[in-house]
């Protein structure tokens, strides 16, 4: 089996290892399917699509049933991350606060649609919907490291800070 290469730097036999580890360990749970894609998430950083037959057969469903998963859980990526994760708030208070302007121009500053890693690898770009700083919105999060009353300018300065990281 291929698999993709990691961002981690492990070898596709690693990669696999770790797979078949998280369904060994995992496939007896009732509802097993989603704690294995959190686990092989959590290890890999993503599902890579060369996991998923070994998923399946470990638990005795189809590919589909896997892959459709994976695709519906916005949550579970099937491409490595970036080296680090905007999360761009897009819940009722920031959008009140031109959150949707924002988002327009982060998507351009950055090159991508949410759900997207740009193409140096430097940033994947996620929706989340509260970061519970709705007082000083728009809000968003990179790699854990809260930011309120972006605008456009100031997520540009951000975004170059995070760059040079």
Known sequence: MTFDSDITGQSAGDEARVVEGCVSRLKDKAGALLPVLHAVQD???????????????GLNLSRAEVHGVITFYHYFRSTPPGRHTIHLC?????????QRSLEVHAKARLGVQF??????????????????????????????ELYGRVT????DEIVAQWEAR
């Open 90 to 98: 897009r819940a009722e208070a920031c959008q009140s606060m031109n």
């Open 115 to 144: 759900h997207e890693t740009t193409n140096n690898g430097v940033f994947s770009f996620e929706p989340v919907y509260c970061l519970g700083n709705c007082a000083c919105s728009p809000a968003m999060m990179i790699d854990g």
């Open 152 to 155: 456009p300018e100031r997520f």
């Open 43 to 57: 290890a890999l950083g993503y599902v890579p699509s060369s996991a998923v037959p070994i998923i399946a057969d």
